[in-house]
């Protein structure tokens, strides 16, 4: 995945030239071409990256046929080359219209309950979610924790970050005064946008997919301590470079376990992985990480109680 990422990146003029060239093209034609672009891609990396995602698959989503498999990596290798193009060739030019969004009252809902302080939305990497935090940031003052150590990665996040999109960089600022700029941004009012199924061996321990695993506590954390809502999100591709966004019904953490415990984190981490598997399966073709995900399990898959 990230040898494709990387030849897309390479090249700053080569990229130029072909953003103030392919915006000519009618959207169809552009839809065409991509989806030509992702078959050919998918014919010639089966025996490696296509066959990693294929194994991964059948292996997280248990009863899937072979012919499904498939299926669903053809449609995986289709969203990536589309989230490609739009990151590298239309960031520019993105359009808030080619976003609809479902769930409109649940952040109106989300801002009330947070008592002029902010929330959080919560997302796994799934569709263009580069896309998804752009459109958040033209309706609320957003921030996002993101991880632009990778060479390959750091262009596609200096795109959006000129687009006025604020990141914090999880790999190079450190925890407490990470942890202190989102405390201080969702006091002020701000929206913190996070993507939960980042995976590092230092996180704690919780299940995913009923398996051992490693994910983040930041977003219970500080809905804990600050007693803000928890916006679960996803969003999808529902045709070409259209978009549906579905915002859920907030998550409110229970005031009185508002020490943010180590017990009610985990808990709420349990919650917040269950939303996220539960979007996986519902859009399984739409997920970023089938390419590596086995890299995450823990070896011994020891069972998280609540």
Same mark, same amino acid.
């Given at each position: 995945?990230?040898?494709?990422?990387a030849?897309l990146?390479?090249?700053?003029g080569? +990229?130029?030239?072909?953003?103030?060239? %392919?915006?000519? &093209?009618?959207?169809?034609?552009?839809s065409?071409?991509?989806?030509v672009?992702?078959?050919?891609?998918y014919?010639?990396a089966?025996n490696?990256f296509i066959?990693?995602v294929?194994?991964? =698959? *059948?292996?997280?989503?248990g009863s899937?046929?072979k012919?499904k498999v498939?299926a %669903?990596?053809? +449609?995986?290798?289709r969203?990536v080359v589309?989230t490609?193009?739009e990151i590298?060739? #239309?960031s520019?030019?993105?359009n808030?219209q080619? &976003?609809?969004?479902q $769930?409109?009252?649940h952040l +109106?809902?989300?801002?009330?309950?947070a008592?002029?302080k902010?929330f959080?939305? @919560?997302?796994?990497?799934? $569709?263009? &979610? /580069?896309g998804?935090y752009?459109?958040f940031?033209?309706r609320?003052?957003?921030?996002?924790?993101a991880s632009a $150590?990778s060479p390959e990665?750091k262009p596609?996040?200096?795109? /959006?970050?000129?687009?006025g999109?604020?990141?914090?960089d999880?790999d190079?600022?450190?925890?407490?005064e990470? @942890?202190?700029?989102?405390?201080?941004?969702i006091?002020?009012?701000?929206?913190?946008f =996070?993507?939960?199924?980042f995976?590092?061996p230092? /996180?704690?321990l919780s299940?995913?997919f009923?398996?051992?695993?490693?994910t983040p506590?930041g977003? !219970?954390m500080l809905?804990?301590?600050q007693?803000?809502?928890?916006v679960?999100f996803? $969003?999808?591709?529902?045709r070409?470079f259209?978009?549906?966004l579905?915002?859920g019904e907030?998550?409110v %953490?229970? *005031?009185v376990?508002?020490?943010?415990t180590?017990?009610a984190?985990?808990?709420?981490n349990l919650q917040?992985?269950?939303?996220?598997? #539960?979007?996986?399966?519902?859009?399984p !073709?739409?997920w970023? @990480?089938?390419?590596?995900?086995?890299e995450r399990?823990?070896?011994?898959?020891?069972?998280?109680?609540a």
């Amino acid at each position: 995945m990230y040898e494709w990422i990387a030849k897309l990146t390479s090249s700053e003029g080569e +990229q130029s030239r072909l953003a103030r060239i %392919l915006p000519i &093209f009618p959207l169809w034609l552009l839809s065409l071409l991509c989806s030509v672009i992702a078959y050919i891609g998918y014919l010639v990396a089966r025996n490696g990256f296509i066959k990693c995602v294929e194994t991964n =698959l *059948a292996d997280v989503l248990g009863s899937s046929s072979k012919r499904k498999v498939k299926a %669903l990596t053809r +449609q995986y290798v289709r969203n990536v080359v589309f989230t490609l193009y739009e990151i590298v060739f #239309q960031s520019s030019r993105l359009n808030e219209q080619d &976003f609809e969004l479902q $769930g409109e009252e649940h952040l +109106q809902a989300a801002q009330e309950l947070a008592k002029g302080k902010g929330f959080i939305i @919560y997302t796994p990497h799934v $569709g263009n &979610f /580069f896309g998804y935090y752009w459109y958040f940031t033209k309706r609320f003052d957003c921030l996002t924790v993101a991880s632009a $150590g990778s060479p390959e990665l750091k262009p596609l996040y200096l795109k /959006f970050a000129a687009l006025g999109c604020k990141g914090l960089d999880y790999d190079n600022v450190p925890s407490m005064e990470l @942890y202190r700029a989102l405390k201080k941004h969702i006091q002020a009012g701000g929206v913190i946008f =996070l993507l939960g199924d980042f995976w590092r061996p230092s /996180f704690p321990l919780s299940q995913f997919f009923g398996r051992s695993t490693r994910t983040p506590e930041g977003a !219970a954390m500080l809905a804990y301590e600050q007693q803000v809502p928890i916006v679960p999100f996803y $969003g999808y591709r529902a045709r070409g470079f259209k978009h549906r966004l579905v915002a859920g019904e907030p998550i409110v %953490l229970n *005031a009185v376990e508002g020490r943010a415990t180590r017990a009610a984190r985990a808990a709420t981490n349990l919650q917040l992985n269950a939303f996220m598997e #539960q979007v996986i399966r519902e859009q399984p !073709a739409s997920w970023f @990480y089938w390419f590596n995900v086995h890299e995450r399990w823990e070896p011994d898959r020891q069972q998280i109680q609540a």
